[in-house]
Structures are given as structure tokens and as C-alpha cells.
């Protein structure tokens, strides 16, 4: 056994992160996943940046129990405010979720003007906002917080007049801006995707972090010969610390498929 | 000092329990108030019962250092999950929001069919319903779910169409019922209180929970002579376990004036 094998660790306020898992099994299905999602806490997105801090921290720690050999950090608010100290304290390669859409977005954009939709937190952290205009002072970003966007997703109406009208009220500010690209920065908005790219319209290029992301675990681990070499599917386990009434039923919305290999976190190890 | 000029403490997992506070403040103007808002934690109602159970008795367990002299759980999930838990922990009365919201149900309605909305938690609890049929086989209980009504009521959009929309789809199951009471079982509710109405019509009489619990408190401290005998202002002392984004501007919203007082819980204390 070399850390080859080793899983990948992912963790996520709740289910979000299960887009991002998503992704990452389409591209890389030899790899083995232990997911967390902290559902006794969730959401982060209306926390402070100390508490997100710290409970991104726990939820580290536990991953490492796995012996995991990489850290996804596939929630946006602990991408935003803990990514950097996550990197400082753990010894292992860390990626989160912001950094390949920001990426993906300078890529897409011709006309330079960026928008950008998250939940407060994230939107308030100017995390995304930070990291586009660093790439360039030609580069102009248009930020907006969608806070109705998760419970819409988690309830399962992704299409219809109420979600479109309320992916219209949201969006009409970024509509005036004239704006070529979109970031969903937000692991729940990819199941919004639909009702966005129509409000938004043809033209407007969307950026899905989810897909950025595994594009980028698969270079990471390339670049540090740490990606499994086994011809055989990878094993997902999902952990988490509470077990929230629908998890199931929604999680496979995320998850794209069957949801098995479901634990909880016991008390004493978190 | 006799335990008459003894704080009330109310808990909530946020700020929907401002809405109970409101109704207190309102008709026991002389009484001081403690509130916690576990905000590090919110929401309860998508997590598990002992969970729930838990967090209620840290919850507790802080407002008994300020010398309290009755517990008011202003949280429905709390108060379906944790209350006689709770009262069989401590040695103070404790009151919760649903027997109420139950009894004010049973005295309105004529025609025995009563409605109840809340929460995923609180609706699956079943903590209205037994309580509700439980007063005579007569009582028809229909009961439904509305999980996007407390991102609405913290989002502030209390009226418009995207409101009464998302109101007529979930409230639609229960106008088919030929209900004549509707029970508002989760504190948030009193703010969707014109929409509610608007889509249920001039016939069907809704309860607050948060009128009725404020007349039981008056009540049970009259009967347990705990009243405040003061002819001052009470004093109101807000403490939360997180300072989430716009707290305050919301938290102004669900109480019905400034929020004064706020402070921190430290973390050694919780």
C-alpha cells in the first residue's frame, strides 16, 4: 500500500459537497472518498469567520483519521475564511473550492466583467472577489448573495415560476452589468443550473466551482504522483454528524446516484 | 431581592424566538429577559432528536447562570424534541410553544379541523398532532411542512408574489381540508402572518404562538407567585454563540424595535 491508495478526504458544511464528489467520481473513479458532512452545524453560511475556522479545523482532523492523502474542502464559506490556515496547520496537499473557478472564469471571460453569486458569507468574505481582481486591475467583478438559493435546492424545486422568479429578483442586478461570465460559488447552485443559465441567458458563460475543482484534485495529484494507480472503482464512505430528516433522498439529488456507505460520527471521535 | 425580580430565560436556536420575546415584552413589560440565540447552530429543525435534545440542555444550562426563575423554550423544535426532557432535568418551570399554540387551537376551532405548519423537524415530530387529537378523538389534525418560510422571513421578504406563491404551494394541501383553524408552528411564522392569511382566506382563524405563550407565562407566574412586582422597565439581555451576518438588522425586524444588549457567548462559558 502506497499513499497512492489512500483516500481523498471532502468535507462540507452538510451536502453541498456532494455536487463536488460528484465530479470527482465521474473523473476520477479509481480513487477512494471518505466524505464529512458536518449536518449537526450546517449551514455555515450565516456563521462568523472564527467559528467557520474552527469547525473546519475539527472536521479536518477527523478526515485524517482516514489516512487521507488530500483535503478537499468543498464548502465555499470554509474555503473563504479557513483555507489559509487549514494550509498552515495540516501537512498534507489542501484544495478548496474557490481558486479553480476563479481560475476557470479568467479563462471564459472576454470582455473582462465577472459575476459572482454565493450565499452571504461568501459573498461578504470578498474571497472570490479578491482573487479575480488580483488576476488583473482590467478584470471588474459584480458580487451577489443568493441566500434563498440553498433551501430552494435542498427542497428540490429547481425549476418552476418560483424558483425563476426568485433567480430573477436576485440576478437583476448582475443582469445590468453586462456581464460575459457567471461564477456558481456555491456548491448547491450547480442543481440550480438550469434556472440561472435561463434568467441569465444564452450568452452569459457559467462557471460550476464543482467541476473546476476535480479538474484541478486530478492535476494536484498528478503533479505529486499521489493519484491512485489501481484499475478498480474507488470506495465512497460518507460520515456525518447528524443525521438530518431527508438526507438521504436529497443527498442523491446532489450525488447524481444511489447514496450507500452512510455513517455517523461518533461523539467521542469529534 | 425575592426570585419575583429574577430574569425570565427564554432560548431559541436563533432569532425566531424574538418573536416570543415581542409578545413578552409586550404584555409583561416589568419583567427582565434573558434570550440565547444558539446561532453558532441554527438551524435545529433540519437535525436529529438527540441532537436537539442536547444542545437544548447546554442551552439550559447557560441561561441557570443568570439566576433564572423560568425557562421559555421559544423554539418549536426544542420545544418537540427536548421539553420533557428538559423538565425532568431542571428544577424550574418550563414552558414551551406548542401546548399554547394547542390550547388556543381547541378553543377556536368550531368545526374540529385544525391545520399545522412548521418546520421539517416540528411537522415530523408530531409534536402538535398527539398533542391536538390527544384533546378528543373529535379533532381532525392536518399538518404540513414549509421549510422555505423561515429563509423568506430572514431574507425579509414578507410580502409579494414570490411570497404568496411559495405560500399557495405549500399551504394549497391544506386548503383542500376545509380547516378553520391554522396553528403557525414555528416562530418565524408571525412575520408571513399577512401572507399566510391572504392565501388562506378571511375564514380561517390563525395562531400565534408566540400571543399564546406570552399569556401562559403571565399565567403560570401569577399561579407560581413569580411574577415581577416592580412598577420598572425590565431589563433585556440578548446573548448569542455566533454573530451571524445581519443579525442585528433581522433580529430588529422579528423583536419590533432596536435590539439593544447584545453579547457574546464566551466560549468557555458554553
Redesign the interface.
Known sequence: MTIRSNPIGVFDSGMGGLTCVRQLVKLLPTEDIVYLGD????PYG???PN?IIKFSIQNSLYLLRFKIKLIVVACNTSSSFALDKLKTIFGIPIIGVIEPGVKRALELTKNKRIGIIGT??TI?SLAYQKKLIAAGSAVKVFAQSC??F???A??G?IRG??TE??AK?YLAPLKNKNIDTLVLGCTHYPLLKSAIAKVMGRSIRLVDSAEELALDVKALMRSKGIASDRKIKGKIRFFLT?????FKKTGERFLGRKLESVYPVKENEF
Open positions: 449536518t449537526a452545524r450546517v450565516n456563521k462568523s467559528t452571504n458569507a461578504n441566500p434563498l440553498v433551501p430552494l435542498e427542497e424545486w415560476r418560483i422568479d426568485i429578483k447528524d443525521e438530518p430528516y431527508k
